[in-house]
């Protein structure tokens, strides 16, 4: 018979894993918003000026990246907030297309997916 489900000791080692890459997403998420501020307290004296420089140029597209750094590491802690939740429910692991159990290597490498590799590239 095909397995279901992982078990509650398997569940526990995606758990810890999970756990640990959620303190470093977390953790480069606050280094992020402390450049993104950081980067809006040294800019406030220059807009006095009445021309913009190319340096203003560089901060704009650099504040942007960062931006959309924050906004990528946001989307992803979010993810493995949801992958904890789907861990307590007893649910983590199971291919939300197929309802097959997805393989313990794909989940070691992306935690927070909840699609075989099968059933993504089927999109």
């Known amino acids: 018979m095909e397995k279901t489900r992982y078990t509650d000791e398997e569940l526990e080692e995606f ?5 640990q890459k959620l303190d470093s997403a977390k ?4 280094t992020l918003q402390g450049n993104l501020k950081d980067g809006n307290e040294n800019g406030a004296d220059s807009t006095n000026n009445n021309y913009l420089t190319l340096d203003d140029g560089a901060d704009t597209a650099e504040k942007e990246n960062l931006n959309h750094l924050a906004a ?5 802690i979010k993810s493995l907030e949801a992958a904890m939740v789907r861990i307590q429910n007893k ?12 393989p313990k290597e794909r989940l070691r490498a992306v935690p927070h997916t909840t699609q075989t590799i099968e059933a993504k590239l089927k999109k």
């Open 15 to 19: 758990r810890l894993l999970i756990a």
């Open 27 to 30: 953790a480069e998420f606050r």
């Open 72 to 76: 990528h590491q946001l989307k992803f």
């Open 91 to 102: 649910t983590y692991g199971i291919c939300k297309t197929s309802g097959k159990l997805i």
